[in-house]
């Protein structure tokens, strides 16, 4: 996978992120990057087949989508597409930007997008897609 100068993943897609309107729930991500960030670019996606959980496709986002790199303020995130159909999005290590491998990430309430057609290259659909950033631990 094509890296930058400082051997963080390339570029990706930015995405808006969602929130619950009146903000009467919180921050339910427990301190997540939805929580903290207004966006977020989608670099890589990770593809789990049928009776593969421990052995991901992991590849950059088509190269149509690889539009900019991550920042501070857009921090690094995957596609994980199930065997199931199911989509959504979990964040890269903070320090590489990479597919966080320590796992235990679930739905922390909050959902990205983009008007962008180049999402629809990415997703599949074109859909507001979960982002699983929150952590018990």
């Given at each position: 996978?094509?890296?930058?100068?400082?051997?963080?993943?390339?570029?990706?897609?930015?995405?808006?992120?969602?929130r619950h309107a009146s903000g009467s729930y919180g921050d339910c991500t427990r301190g997540g990057i939805t929580g903290r960030h207004d966006t977020v670019t989608v670099v890589g996606v990770v593809t789990y087949r049928?009776?593969?959980?421990?052995?991901?496709?992991?590849?950059?986002?088509?190269?149509?989508?690889?539009?900019?790199?991550?920042?501070?303020?857009?921090?690094?995130?995957?596609?994980?597409?199930?065997?199931?159909?199911?989509?959504?999005?979990?964040?890269?290590?903070?320090?590489?930007?990479?597919?966080?491998?320590?796992?235990?990430?679930?739905?922390?309430?909050?959902?990205?997008?983009?008007?962008?057609?180049?999402?629809?290259?990415?997703?599949?659909?074109?859909?507001?897609?979960?982002?699983?950033?929150?952590?018990?631990?």
């Amino acid at each position: 996978m094509a890296t930058n100068e400082d051997g963080r993943v390339g570029r990706g897609l930015v995405l808006d992120v969602y929130r619950h309107a009146s903000g009467s729930y919180g921050d339910c991500t427990r301190g997540g990057i939805t929580g903290r960030h207004d966006t977020v670019t989608v670099v890589g996606v990770v593809t789990y087949r049928e009776g593969s959980r421990d052995k991901p496709d992991v590849g950059p986002v088509p190269r149509d989508a690889r539009h900019r790199l991550p920042t501070d303020d857009a921090p690094p995130v995957w596609l994980v597409i199930r065997p199931d159909g199911d989509r959504y999005l979990t964040p890269g290590d903070a320090a590489t930007g990479l597919p966080d491998a320590r796992g235990g990430w679930m739905d922390g309430g909050n959902f990205a997008a983009s008007p962008d057609s180049r999402w629809t290259d990415v997703v599949g659909h074109i859909v507001a897609v979960r982002v699983h950033d929150r952590r018990e631990w």
